[in-house]
């Protein structure tokens, strides 16, 4: 790996493991609404991408704007009910506290509804801690798009190639290899073996083994 200028972070299933959060709030939804779950190769496509991408496949039919933003609210509150309680993944504010130390700008770049946000943040320690929080409806396309994340680093004023990524979905990790970026793959939402075709640079289980490939650099003047 490279040195980077920057660290740009996804939130659901990166800074957490609240992705089966997400899927009980979905299987809920789909309960209420008598829909048939997607099969489980058309499930894991969905993960990192925005509800208006999501909910048109699990009704099979367009949906009009009210349509979308009625279901993707009743579906988010069905999720952020859950939230209490949850935790960082193991390693991460290590992490984030080492990065700061060296000056390293934190980006935030989540698809996630800008009301998911905060009660996430808040929930596992780290609300403040993100210099620049950039969401997927703020950018024309989602991921696996580069929008969002050559957003962020606009934002931070730091060039793409300088930044590197952290992410848990495919869709997420092929974003930031169009973005021209390095990326690192969380194994949480899904396993090790399944984002190795992704383009990561490196795939880790936590942030404990990031902190163990790059501390010595991260320690350095």
């Known amino acids: 790996m490279l040195p980077f ?9 990166t800074l957490a493991d609240n992705m089966p959060l997400h899927h009980a709030a979905f299987r809920q939804f789909i309960e209420r609404h008598r829909l048939t779950p997607p099969a489980a190769d058309v499930a894991a496509g969905l993960t990192g991408k925005r509800n208006r991408e999501i909910m048109p496949i699990l009704f099979g039919r367009p949906l009009d704007e ?10 988010e509150a069905l999720y952020r009910a859950m939230i209490p309680g949850i935790g960082p993944l193991a390693g991460l504010v290590p992490l984030l506290d080492a990065l700061e130390q ?4 934190l980006a935030l770049a989540t ?8 009660p996430l943040l808040e929930a596992i ?4 801690r993100f210099r620049v929080i950039t969401l997927g409806e703020e950018v024309p ?3 696996p798009a580069p929008d969002i994340f050559l957003e962020a680093a606009r ?4 060039a793409a190639d300088r930044c590197l990524v952290f ?5 997420g990790l092929v974003a930031a290899g169009a973005a021209g970026m390095q990326s690192v793959g969380m194994a949480t939402t899904h396993g090790a073996a399944y984002l190795a075709g992704s383009g990561a640079t490196m795939v880790v289980r936590d942030y404990h083994e990031v902190l163990d490939a790059i501390g010595e650099w991260l320690g350095g003047a």
């Open 5 to 13: 200028a920057a660290a740009i972070f996804d939130m659901d299933g």
């Open 66 to 75: 009210a349509e979308l933003a009625a279901f993707a609210e009743e579906k």
């Open 102 to 105: 060296r000056g390293i700008p």
């Open 111 to 118: 698809s996630a509804p800008a009301g998911n946000v905060a």
């Open 125 to 128: 320690g780290v609300a403040g």
């Open 141 to 143: 396309r989602g991921k």
């Open 155 to 158: 934002r931070l004023g730091i």
């Open 167 to 171: 992410e848990d979905a495919i869709a």
